[in-house]
């Protein structure tokens, strides 16, 4: 480079040799260039630039300020990106400024919003409909409602959970005769089966967690083997379970039963479906295929919403054949509206069987041979009685002495050696005779169904007790 060489677009300062553009007027140190002359750049030959060559046409000049204004566009698309994507590694915060720190972004709103929405508490509050298992045709209770603050309204919950909440509300019941189950439909009321308390005033219930109490029997009806209790002291936090329908339940539809069964393995339960609706006697009976025992009887059978839609009735053990009273009829004895006669004979033959206990075929059997027992004990009491007013008439023509002993029926003298302490009259030897064989037949026809009673598994006391009715318990009857 030759010192006659002007720079084309720069200038050197004479006093800090610096080079500085040809815009700008002065120097950083202080030295301002007029534009008038050029600085003496011999004196830096080292320091000068050479002049640009000048385009030798105009095409080469466009093509160098495209390529020079595609270069500026590139560094600038380079370096905006580098300040606007925020590194990997830092956090979700940085990127929000200080008056949106606590908003996050639109991508994470989309994200957590819509888990928001399925919370227990939305779940709870939303009514129940077809995609939450509520029954077809029935109306679900909110778990807000106010017409059973006590009872459990319950959602689409796993079977766990449904059957966790409605134990509390199952007792068992028992008596002096068995034992039974039923539930509670307000802190005071309690559900169960006719034939669960029998004749008894009053019951015990005992509670799931094992504690006891009284209840006495308020209301019943025979014609639908549903009876209604009343405790005596109630608590404010009992849990209760809520009327269904049995009218709305479909053939499919799966059902839960809890109870007591054999009397003493509280809070059993077992599932199944609905296998039918049975009309028998103008009563509505929900057919199902759950397991039900003996002691079942007066339990509830659920829906899966935890509502009530039949008060168990009567099965039969291995043949997954179980009944159930339709609740409605309940609601209407609560209600004061059912019928309280005593239940008509069954005119269906093929539903005979199903009232009024839960009976396994064993116990069918016993039942049947006490029936048969009592019915043959009810005719030779009543062959008794006519005895009784031949040997009073006996007594007093005929016999002279006294009798011995203390006896239900004092003829029961024949059969003892010496309880007779006297003479027939001359004369009465026949009529003797006729009263002590009319007696003889009487107590053996006592002892022939004594004996099929006991091979029908009739219990002893059963037996002795339809003697003690019919003041036939001789002690000395098999002798």
Sequence with gaps: MTDDVVPAFSWICPECARRVPNKVAACRCGFRFDGAATPADSALPDRTVAAAPEPTDRGSLRMLVVGATSTVVLVAVFYWTILRTPAPDRPAAAMVSAGQASRPPVAMVEKTVAPAALTPSAVSAAPLTDDTLAPAGVAPIPLDSPAAPAALSTGATSLEDLVGRVLPAVVTIQTATGRGSGFFVTADTILTNVHVVTTSPSVTVRRSDGTTTTARV?????????????????????????????????????????????????????????????EVDGATLVQTDASINPGNSGGPLLDRNGLAIGIIKSGYEGRGLSFAVAIEHARELLGGRATMGTASPPRSQEYRALSPAVASPADQRRLDGLKAYEQTIAELARRADALDSRWRSFQRICYEGRVVGAFDREWFAFFEPRAMQGAVSPGCGPAFADLRREAQDIRDGVGSADERARQADVYPGARRDALRRSKLDYAGRNK
Excluded at 264 to 278: A, E, K
């Design 218 to 278: 308020e209301t019943q009806s025979d014609a639908f083997d549903i009876a209604v209790l009343k405790v005596a002291n109630p608590l404010a936090a009992q849990v209760t379970i809520a009327l269904g329908s049995a009218a709305s339940a479909r053939a499919g539809q799966e059902v839960i039963a809890i109870g007591t069964p054999l009397g003493f393995l509280q809070n059993t339960v077992t599932r199944g479906i609905v296998s039918g609706l049975r």
